[in-house]
């Protein structure tokens, strides 16, 4: 059983920071790409930040030169920075990894952090 946990969320005012950190645990022999996705509500869940096992790095164009997605593999543990936040940035985060175990590979979510810009 593998699971993902989010963490970091919280309430902030429009250009400020957070950093969110997303553990995964389990049966892992490695994770490949990370990412964070975001769904505001009434709204679809849209790309934030990728990560590939390389470290290569992808960003949504809303949050390009304000976001910084990393990852730590010894801790099984991707983090999304977030400066310079805007009200557009609320949402409820959600952490989504490729995790492949012994016998299997298999893409998971975590439960979502909320995450709330005041203007």
């Known amino acids: 059983q593998v699971q993902l946990v989010e963490s970091g969320g919280g309430l902030v005012q429009a250009g400020g920071s957070l950093r969110l950190s997303c553990a995964a645990s389990g049966s892992i022999v490695s994770i490949n790409a990370m990412g964070w996705y975001r769904q505001a509500p009434g709204k679809q869940r849209d790309l934030v930040a990728t990560i590939t096992n390389g470290g290569k790095t992808n960003y949504a164009d809303s949050v390009k030169g304000r976001f910084t997605i990393s990852r730590d593999d010894a801790k099984n543990t991707a983090y999304l920075q977030m400066n310079s936040l805007k009200p557009e940035d609320t949402a409820v985060y959600y952490c989504?990894?490729?995790?492949?175990?012994?016998?299997?590979?298999?893409?998971?979510w975590g439960q979502g952090t909320q995450v709330t810009v005041s203007s």
């Open positions: 989504n990894a490729l995790i492949r175990g012994t016998y299997y590979i298999q893409n998971y």
